[in-house]
């Protein structure tokens, strides 16, 4: 029986984790995590849940923006999207009046991916399972249907994608069984955010090796002296043992990220993280290329539009870690894209300990590493409670500061 | 006295070109020529005015995005503004919750574009001039001064910018001179249109001849078959001493781009634009590389994204002609920064004979060349009349039609 998707709705979510200085960096000196935060329901009431990630102000833009693509997909059954997700993909980020807005960047992508990550929830709930465990179990050739392999052929043809997934079919059940076991690798951010006192800096270090953390990342980028006393204390705190990372979050441009990271080499960074404008490819392989002397290799993709980027930052050398988020892709369908055109970089999951609180299924970490999780579907369900008291602007929370 | 602005009002005004199949082509199978329209009002009553161009469908999203921007511009005075252009610039485009959405690219970033036309409207308004007049009498130190040079110094500092201005004083008011006599050099896209009849191509070449036109752009990149039956046309009816181009607009993949252009190579267009993703700039580079030996150049840049993109473009030698949109782009200020970085290429400006019965100054075109306005500002006030009818969806051009 087709599910048909009879509606969808689309929330704007705010945290104020400005408060606290959660989240703050070099360029985002008071983010309110926030969420455009979407519904799907089909008629036999099975529902998908998808989000995108937000600062806080200007999440009403995404919200119009996914109630602009809403009419793309209300009215479709979710076997028909997935038996052609390529061309529902491609329907959502190249209409062609709505393609002119990014194309595939910006609001209109951000929007993209929050309608296809409800997608995705709602097919791997349909199937009885966890996402991970819906894409494990893909037969090659569906993984590579869901794929828009449109200006990336000249990194990555069809063919080829679909070989590396058949060849990754050896020591499948092994690596599964591995993941459920231990988990998969993970560096905390939570420590060290910009706006954190020395103090509070040291305490959350100090508990998180205790809690069997052993990669730890520091924002820098806004005073040279200050992120040179940063580095310095938690290196002291973690070792020399440890791993150490550090972002700007695109604080620099290329000569002056060059100089800057050069003086925090002592305390012996495995990268940097958004050196420079999150758009400068040949940038970024202006500042791989001085920093490799160093041993410090350079991250970025947080903020990197989508999988044409990728694919020069790639073919240009301009990165040794490949940072992708699903929430600034084009969901699962555009990370896959991007995964098989770096499949030979080692993974690695950012972890940040905040809101957790406040999702159906929230993540669960042992020993540093992200325990696979086991409830159907995406696990980026919110709990209903806290969408309603934190709905911008009318949610309790938000209701007593009407000002911000 | 300061004169502040103490209203910005916003409007989502569309025209239903698409049908009549105006302005297709194969990426914009039917577009709605739009704008989101702002204009701004000082506390005496002047008025600026500003728009950034869209399809159509989606035109709501950038209206959201101006509201979200117009709390950082009521309040000011246009001379506080203009006094550190920099900084604005630098205050909308960065403000650091909202720079998530983009940075500086899709939707905030045309919404800023809007906003930041307006500001150089109301500005020249003020000063009594047209704009283009503004900027040719503008000291070489306060043009730098609205440039925000941040990412772009590894290509061009605020020195070397300055530099090629001061430099460039020279001869000043012969090209003034020579500019009002002769008008800037222009080509024509309106006869050729994708979804345009070899009927009406033909009619509308032979009547653009007989106007003076030199400079003529077909639209490719559906059916290889169908362009070349058009080119050939075009051919025949302008002649080998007049220039034809071509524009994919985003059609192929680099390899694709390759061969089409290649088969279109006897028409011997002067540049194929927009053959692949505008984002690909390594994919540019490498069909520049391909199409020199056959004489062809290539163009692209009206969906580029922002100063940083252009400056790898040229860094990469990836453009033979670059196209630069102040609708897209942040405004003159970001324009600047990309005219002096790409200062040694030849200038053109594409002519597109629709709407110009809608704005109060409207564009006037002498043997294929632009003439520089007398009216004050910017030339971007639409008529009233127009504004009313157009406005989306309560305008009468819509009320009738209300399913698009």
Redesign the interface.
Known sequence: MLHKIVKLTVMDVRFPTSSEQHGSDA??????YSAAYVVIETECGLKGFGLT??????T???V??VE?LAKLVVGMSWQEIVSDFRGFYRLLT?????????????????ASAAVLNAVWDLWARAEGKPLWKLLVDMDPKQVVSCIDF?????ALTEEEALDILLKAREGRQQREDQMLREGYPAYTTSCAWLGYSDELLTQLCTDALQKGWTKFKVKVGADLEDDRRRCRLLREIIGQSNTLMIDAN?RW???EAIRWVSSLAEFNPLWIEEP????????HA?ISKALAPLGIGVASGE?C??R??F??FL??SALQFVQIDSCRLGSINENLAVLLMAHKFPGMCEYVDHLHEHFASPVVIRNGHYMPPKDLGYSCEMLASSVQAHRYPEGDVWKANTSK
Chains 1, 2 share one sequence.
């Open positions: 360029m985002h000196t008071d983010p309110d990630f937000t600062l806080g102000k200007g009403e833009i995404v119009c923006a602009a190249s209409e062609s009046q709505l393609r002119w807005l990014g194309p595939e960047k910006g609001v209109i992508h951000l449109r200006y990336i052929t000249d695109q441009d290329v000569a420079t404008c999150p758009d400068d490819i040949l940038g202006a903020q539009q989508n044409v980027m694919k020069q073919q240009a």
